[in-house]
């Protein structure tokens, strides 16, 4: 992710936005709709992927092992007894970007392709990117967690709620 990404940013989440609009309920945390958001978030991890090292340059390949993309997604989903210890979107976010990021399951561009997907995760539950962003910090905590310097799931989520909004807030 370099600072030579931002100008397309905005016109390519709202591409991404009108491409991936799955009927997918993600408020919703039964089993048959938590796998479907593991689905289409990992496809759309593959789609981001794909679609960043084309727009944006680096090395075009496969995903490094198969079912690493699921994996790292479903990692945001898992419960235990029941209980989902990652409930807020913020946190299944943060879990999103930083188990992509981290866990390079792609070739290369995982820091854009985590990061978008982190992204597009609050979109679907009401959160936008807000405006005149600083790619500058965004590419250098990106850059953070990448590298470990940045594991803990509260500071990702609070970065994460602080580059969003409420899309309902915007209308207002």
Excluded at 23 to 29: C, K, N
Aim: aromatic share 8%; with cysteine; charged share 20%.
């Amino acid at each position: 992710m370099t600072e030579r990404d931002n100008p397309a940013l905005t016109s390519l989440l709202a591409r991404l936005r009108w491409q991936l609009a799955e009927p997918v309920d993600f408020t919703r945390t039964d089993p048959e709709t938590t796998v479907a958001k593991v689905r289409l978030l990992s496809a759309a991890a593959v789609y981001f992927n794909v679609l960043v090292v084309t727009e944006f340059g680096g090395r075009p390949g496969p995903v490094r092992q198969e079912g690493l993309v699921e994996q790292v997604v479903a990692a945001a989903f898992q419960t235990f007894q029941g209980a989902d210890p990652h409930p807020p979107p913020f946190d299944k976010a943060a879990m999103l970007l930083r188990g992509i990021t981290q866990g390079h399951p792609f070739t290369d561009a995982n820091k854009r392709t985590g990061f978008l997907v982190a992204i597009y995760s609050l979109d679907r539950v009401g959160f936008v990117l807000r405006p005149n962003l600083s790619p500058t910090e965004i590419i250098s905590f990106c850059r953070r967690v990448s590298a470990g310097e940045v594991r803990d799931l509260q500071t990702i989520a609070a970065a994460l709620k602080a580059w969003t909004e409420s899309e309902t807030a915007e209308t207002l």
